[in-house]
């Protein structure tokens, strides 16, 4: 674990020395700042849920360029083979990997927080889902970042893992579309996959066990899928 | 130190190494030396435990590489082969690629700072520790290469083609540094270069075509594959070849002896047929004959041809 942190250090750190980590805080910025006046200017609502859900979706979508180069680029520069060569288990590879796009992605989360705090300057919104909301914006995140992790493990090219990262999280935001469709348990299962309905439940203020159990076993399961791939991968 | 049996590797169907088995000793060099593409590499990446092997095995200081990996790796550095020289981050400064490779390998806090120090200082690098790597020449990343494999002192040191990209000042020193490790450390390192194995190691394993295609030190492969030394003596002054052959005849364990006169010095080239060093008999000769011998030096042939002959062989 210890040696997972020291990785991710040094991941987090080599964000910010290329522009990657820049370009992305400072457009995510100017698309949720647009986002936040424009959809708080037409419903005057002191809440944050509707801006909330647009930048999730918005998150999901500029995700896989975060974490396309995890990977991939380890694969294509030859690197991958020195972390495997060091006296460092492949978990502890894919789960500092996998931290260090969290801790970029946390500093972004630092920046989101001004929005709510602009609430409570002119306005006095009810604070719960306030809450709820920005732990919604993390861990959609976070699942995010996983499903882009394992697509950065498939390819050493980074525009393909990029590319198969986006259609895997758009199939998992869309998957949920599948109750109205198919009737039945089928498409009760295929709907509880989906990333919107536990971020709706979050949004509204509602904290399941249930909902915080899919982000956990999502996040899990790619992970794991991610170590097996690597692992595979040099049989 | 380092025993490998019977080790393959395939790709699918594809061999990449069958069947090769060697051992290295404490405090050896041994040389893997073979063409492009003979499968050196994947060697070095299945005792690095990059690899698992298709079949045989690999211990380093008693540990299985595939059933102990961490503690293999522990104890060995490698320095790999990239696609421009070794695959550093190219990122990284000098000092906080080798520091992140010193926590990587579980230095200590307080004695990182003297590790990195002092493989610095080995290879030369203190000078450039505040540059980005990528901006370093390709003998400098070799160097760090070598610095990182270096970091936690390793028992074992296993280089991938240490002086690729270097120009041959560079060689020399890289070579130099190499040489200068061994003693306390065991080195395996694979080279497609003769003179270089030649130079610095003092095992040599051959492999061609994923298979080992000889075994040996230096010296006994030249002499294994020839049949035996020859020796070149000269002689002062214009002896009679007759009586030189005649005289030189007596020696047990001679082969062909052929005697020219070239400028005023007579020259006997003696073939040995057996194992017996054959120098101290033919200089015995000289002096109960009264011949002044000016020079006298075995040639062997060199590790080029050796080389050659065992490879090509295969072919025919």
């Not at chain 1, 998150?59 to 995890?70: A, G, Q």
């Not at chain 1, 919104?125 to 861990?139: A, K, Q, R, Y």
């Not at chain 2, 994923?210 to 002054?237: F, I, M």
């Amino acid at each position: 674990m210890n040696k997972a942190l020291i990785i991710a250090r040094r991941e987090l750190k080599s964000y910010f020395v290329s522009p990657v980590a820049y370009v992305i805080i400072g457009m995510f910025l100017l698309i949720s700042g647009f986002m936040y006046y424009s959809i708080l200017f037409q419903s005057r609502v002191a809440e944050v849920r509707g801006f909330l859900m647009n930048m999730c979706f918005v998150f999901m979508l500029m995700s896989p360029i975060l974490s396309m180069r995890l990977l991939s680029e380890e694969k294509k520069l030859g690197t991958i083979e020195f972390l495997f060569t060091s006296p460092i288990t492949v978990t502890d590879i894919v789960i500092g990997k996998y931290l260090g796009s969290i801790f970029l992605y946390l500093v972004t989360t630092v920046f989101f927080l001004q929005y709510p705090l602009y609430l409570l300057l002119f306005a006095t919104p009810d604070m719960g889902p306030v809450f709820t909301c920005v732990l919604g914006f993390i861990l959609n995140g976070a699942a995010c970042l996983a499903i882009g992790l394992f697509a950065s493990s498939l390819s050493e090219n980074q525009l393909i893992s990029a590319v198969v990262g986006m259609v895997t999280l758009i199939f998992f935001w869309i998957i949920g579309w599948m109750v109205d469709i198919v009737p039945g348990g089928i498409g009760n299962f295929l709907g509880s996959l989906s990333l919107i309905k536990p971020l709706d439940n979050l949004s509204k203020g509602v904290i399941s066990a249930s909902d915080i159990f899919y982000y956990a076993s999502l996040i899990f399961f790619f992970l794991f899928i991610t170590v097996k791939r690597l692992e595979w991968k040099r049989w | 130190m380092i025993e490998v049996k019977n080790l393959s590797k395939f790709y699918g169907p594809t061999k990449a190494v069958e069947d090769v088995s060697f051992t290295v000793e404490k405090g050896e060099i041994l040389g893997l030396l073979g063409p492009n593409g003979a499968g050196k590499t994947t060697i070095m990446r299945i005792l690095t435990g990059f690899f698992q092997p298709t079949g045989g095995s690999a211990k380093i200081a008693g540990f299985d590489v595939v059933e102990d990996p961490l503690e293999v790796k522990k104890r060995i550095g490698y320095m790999q082969e990239g696609q421009q020289g070794p695959a550093l981050y190219y990122e990284m400064t000098v000092y906080s690629f080798l520091d992140f490779v010193a926590q990587l390998k579980g230095a200590p806090k307080k004695d990182r700072n003297r590790t990195i120090h002092k493989a610095m200082e080995l290879t030369g690098i203190k000078d450039v520790k505040d540059r980005i790597i990528g901006r370093l020449s390709s003998g400098y990343k070799q160097r760090v290469g070598l610095a990182q494999a270096l970091l936690n002192d390793p028992e074992v040191l296993i280089l991938d083609e240490p002086t690729r990209g270097l120009d041959p000042k560079q060689i020399i020193e890289i070579r130099q540094l190499i040489k200068n490790m061994a003693g306390e450390r065991t080195i395996i390192l694979s080279s497609h270069i003769l003179p270089e194995v030649a130079m610095t190691c003092n095992k040599i394993v051959i492999i061609d075509k994923g298979t080992k295609v000889a075994e040996d030190t230096q010296e006994e492969l030249s002499r294994k594959a020839e049949g035996g030394d020859s020796v070149l003596v000269k002689l002062k002054g214009k002896q009679e070849p007759e009586d030189v052959e005649k005289e030189y005849g007596k020696i047990k364990g001679l082969g062909e002896v052929k005697v020219s006169l070239e400028g005023g010095l007579t020259v006997v080239k003696v073939v040995r047929s057996g194992v017996k060093d054959i120098r101290e008999e033919l200089f015995k000769t000289a002096v109960k004959n009264d011949w002044v011998i000016l020079e006298m030096k075995s040639s062997s042939l060199s590790l080029e041809e050796v080389f050659l002959r065992l490879t090509t062989k295969e072919e025919v």
